[in-house]
């Protein structure tokens, strides 16, 4: 597996790439993740320590030295001439497929080996760059952008023995760029034991969070989860929490993880006065996120780019429900109000299905419910087969 976005680098790639390489691993099968390098500075952000980690994970991973990216400070760039290294690193593993997560440096090696040495590749098209882009690279026109996130994509769902997409809506996004090839559709799915919880832990992490924001003792709780940056649309849920408030005072939003635009949404928050009702985390190691999925009342999400949602479903899992703007990935998981309400952007109507949910327990008990019954159809192991099926299609699609 190529990715260019591996822990501790957080986000829906590096997840879906961890999660379906610790599940086949598990069920027999030989894994190599190929990602990059990050800095010590970056692993101590994220409380991080490639060596160890890596070294005591059940599939091998395999670090290519990395260099900065100019427009985004969170993410690297493998440094070119290391190609030798990575040829001899897969000569060395010998794949009978490569699957591509990503289109920058670590995407482009795969495809170059899988080409070099005639290995099937299967690419996931995981990222929508032609809405993406502009968030990283502002200074260059618009029009532009979208034409070279499209055609970066193109080269790999062209080349692909099999193509992947992790929604029903991506899949279409293929054929729009004149791609008439079958694409599988196949969302990242959720480890079972994820959500495992322990009471003296909720406690400490219960304690923790009330003593650096004494606000959120007592308080409803609403919960965003994932990147702090422009794409997440993070400033609508002020607009949410500001008419929230208006009914339930002692409301606050919290939003857990980290990001270039923490600094610019904080120093919004103060400028609209939301600063002694909006706390920011940074990251939370992942087993800790189910420590605040269950000490909230309502999990909100407003992202319009997101290709698959995944914290929606994570969230539901733990029984937390969730209010989203229905675009994208959202439509594909919630396919509606399960678990929840699917809601247009629009302030007044998103927090009148918060106030309904806060409000009525009787209603959250229901939600809640139906929550974890959705969120069921995200299981690892029953999405893993299909990752397989697509696997060796790509074998059996080269060996014509």
């Not at 904080?266 to 939301?274: K, V």
Request: glycine letters at 6%; proline letters at 4%; charged letters at 20%.
């Amino acid at each position: 597996m190529f990715t260019d976005a591996y822990f501790p680098r957080i986000n829906g790639v590096a997840m879906s790439v961890h999660s379906y390489a610790q599940e086949l691993s598990k069920i027999g099968h030989s894994v190599c993740v190929v990602c990059l390098e990050y800095t010590e500075e970056q692993q101590r952000n994220a409380l991080f320590d490639e060596k160890s980690r890596d070294q005591s994970s059940p599939f091998q991973v395999i670090r290519v030295p990395s260099t900065s990216v100019i427009f985004s400070k969170e993410d690297r760039m493998a440094r070119l001439y290391k190609w030798r290294f990575i040829k001899k690193s897969m000569d060395a593993f010998n794949p009978d497929v490569i699957h591509l997560n990503s289109e920058f440096t670590m995407g482009y090696f795969g495809a170059l080996y899988a080409r070099h040495r005639h290995v099937p590749y299967v690419f996931t098209f995981h990222t929508l760059w032609e809405d993406y882009l502009a968030n990283y690279i502002s200074f260059l026109p618009d029009a532009g952008l979208r034409k070279l996130g499209k055609s970066l994509v193109k080269f790999y769902l062209k080349r692909a023995s099999v193509i992947v997409a992790p929604t029903r809506h991506i899949a279409e996004v293929v054929h729009r760029y004149g791609v008439d090839r079958p694409v599988s559709i196949l969302p990242t799915g959720i480890p079972s034991g994820q959500n495992k919880y322990k009471l003296a832990r909720a406690l400490a992490v219960s304690g923790q969070l009330s003593k650096k924001f004494p606000a959120i003792k007592g308080a409803k709780v609403l919960l965003y989860v994932g990147r702090i940056v422009k794409e997440k649309n993070l400033s609508f849920l002020f607009d949410v929490l500001e008419k929230v408030q208006k009914t339930v005072p002692k409301t606050v939003l919290l939003l857990v993880g980290g990001g270039p635009y923490a600094e610019e949404l904080e120093a919004l928050a103060s400028s609209r006065g939301l600063s002694g009702s909006v706390f920011f985390t940074g990251y939370v190691p992942s087993k800790d996120l189910i420590y605040f999925y269950r000490m909230s009342q309502v999990f909100v999400f407003a992202s319009k780019t997101e290709t698959q949602g995944l914290v929606t479903v994570e969230a539901m899992l733990a029984g937390l429900p969730v209010v989203a703007v229905g675009e994208m990935g959202t439509v594909d998981v919630m396919q509606g109000d399960h678990g929840g309400y699917m809601v247009h952007e629009d302030a007044e109507e998103f927090s009148e299905k918060v106030l309904s949910l806060i409000q009525n327990a009787q209603l959250r008990k229901q939600k809640s419910e139906e929550a974890k019954q959705w969120g069921a159809k995200w299981s690892i192991s029953a999405l893993t087969p299909k990752l397989l099926a697509c696997y060796e299609n790509a074998i059996a699609v080269t060996e014509k």
